[in-house]
């Protein structure tokens, strides 16, 4: 189609324009999903709706609902928060940690290091590659979305559980579930100091930066000047280790870098956390042995400390419910254990 311009980022949002089309004067009332069904590619109306209950339906600048009556003059804009760019999925024979499957779904336990999509330099080896070789059978991965079966997502270097779907109908539900609050979703981390409280929330919106568009941000009073999305994030310690914390997080939004984020917003970043400045001694000694001990963990851990231990939803066939849970991997273990060794001594 001759209406997209690609690669077009939308700024306020940092999303990416991936359709615009720009109705006709001549042009009747009608439901955006079913108008947007015939002028676009293999977009089933179902698809759609799921683009417009994520939001990511714009008509002159405002997201809407499936349901909106396309009226003559109106600019639709369909954005993303992936660049567009024209590419076949490569089936790849990858392990996959396979927690929980079905003929609706599957949760993984992704391991640290393994991008989830491809990306900008990252178009294979990913989970999403080792998906399309597993569900190689199923007409859900062979279209051309870059994220077949995926309702949600975890950062490269976090590790933990993941839903993905593998039918229309599932992810069509889960995505729902995700987008309307309803699932479960528990992490863990590793925080450098105390935090005031041992049970918060902490809110904020939560946008790209304007220094530098790699990092997100919280923005305080983003509901009032429209920067970034509203975002909320609960906390409770569960163990204190002295000059660092063992967190868990439960997210009632899911925006990138949210825990990330946040925990930096309110000055604990995550142990090791490069992107955020949770790679520097920030609480302790000056001693070089305590030094010494904290580079150590850092090479133990070579990433940021969190984990995606617990995920809960609600079957998109059965109506069950379904909660799953995980071990946190060895790294993050080892080094919660030498900190807990390390406070023990210290005590002593």
Avoid at 206 to 223: A, C, E, H, M, Y
């Amino acid at each position: 189609m001759d209406e997209y311009l690609e690669n077009e980022e939308h700024e306020e949002e940092g999303m990416y324009e991936h359709y615009r089309l720009d109705v006709e004067r001549g042009q009747s009332m009608v439901r955006i999903d079913k108008f947007l069904s015939t002028r676009i590619e293999n977009a089933s109306r179902s698809r759609i709706q799921a683009a417009a209950d994520a939001g990511n339906i714009l008509v002159n600048e405002v997201p809407v609902k499936a349901s909106y009556k396309v009226k003559p003059l109106d600019q639709i804009r369909i954005v993303m928060e992936f660049p567009r760019r024209e590419f076949k999925i490569v089936p790849e024979e990858i392990p996959l940690n396979i927690v929980f499957e079905d003929d609706q779904l599957i949760v993984v336990n992704k391991p640290a290091g393994l991008v989830v999509h491809p990306g900008h330099g990252n178009y294979t080896g990913t989970l999403v590659n080792a998906l399309a070789w597993h569900c190689r059978n199923l007409p859900l991965f062979h279209g051309e979305d870059p994220r077949p079966g995926l309702v949600h997502r975890i950062d490269k270097d976090t590790s933990g559980l993941l839903v993905v779907a593998k039918t229309e109908r599932a992810k069509n539900n889960l995505a729902l579930q995700f987008y309307e609050k309803k699932s479960e979703r528990r992490y863990q981390a590793l925080v450098w100091g105390t935090p005031k409280q041992d049970e918060g929330t902490i809110t904020g919106n939560i946008g790209r930066s304007p220094k530098n568009r790699q990092l997100f941000t919280v923005f305080p009073d983003g509901s009032d000047t429209g920067m970034g999305k509203p975002a909320v994030t609960h906390y409770s310690v569960l163990k204190h280790l002295g000059y660092v914390s063992l967190v868990e997080c439960r997210l009632e939004t899911g925006r990138t870098h949210q825990i990330r984020v946040h925990m930096k917003y309110i000055n604990h970043p995550l142990f090791n956390d490069a992107t955020y400045g949770g790679d520097q001694i920030l609480r302790g000694t000056t001693f070089a042995k305590y030094r010494q001990f904290v580079q150590n963990c850092f090479k133990l851990l070579p990433r940021q400390a969190l984990h995606a231990k617990t995920l809960g939803f609600t079957h998109p066939v059965s109506g069950e419910k379904m909660v799953f849970d995980s071990e946190l991997p060895d790294d993050m273990a080892t080094v919660i254990k030498k900190w807990e060794n390390y406070i023990a001594n210290r005590n002593d």
